[in-house]
């Protein structure tokens, strides 16, 4: 069965770091590009960091770059999130997700819409 399982999310308190993994198995091939986003209750799910398969182009939401590092296992089947400097805002349940394909040259999906295969969450608590 096709799938992504994540992994790494936990608590931690203001100023630390966490890496989330997120792993597909089952699929045919590579997605186009793979995302991270995060969802607090009441609020829309929203875009925090993705990357493309193809070639070394990725995107980050205004309120972590600078914090936040996404990456690719050589096999593609692997995405990391490397967040730093967590603060309570970042606190949420953090999501992985496959984009639909195709895409632009130069496009890296950035709103779930675009994104068709979405990870079971991973629950991420900044203490102040």
């Known amino acids: 069965q096709a799938q992504l399982v994540e992994s790494g999310g936990g608590s931690v308190e203001t100023g630390g770091s966490l890496r989330l993994s997120c792993t597909s198995s089952?699929?045919?091939?590579?997605?186009?590009?793979m995302g991270w986003f995060r969802q607090t209750p009441g609020k829309e799910r929203e875009g925090v960091a993705a990357?493309?398969?193809?070639?070394?182009?990725?995107y980050y939401n205004e309120e972590v770059r600078g914090r936040f590092v996404i990456s690719l296992d050589n096999d593609k089947n692997t995405v990391h999130l490397q967040m730093n400097r967590l603060g309570p805002d970042d606190s949420a349940i953090y999501y992985c997700?496959?984009?639909?394909?195709?895409?632009?040259?130069?496009?890296?999906?950035?709103?779930?819409?675009?994104?068709?295969?979405w990870g079971q969450g991973t629950q991420v608590t900044v203490s102040s």
């Open positions: 997700a496959r984009a639909r394909g195709p895409i632009n040259e130069w496009e890296v999906p950035r709103l779930p819409w675009e994104y068709n295969v």
């Open positions: 089952g699929f045919p091939a590579a997605a186009p590009a």
């Open positions: 990357i493309r398969t193809d070639v070394r182009r990725d």
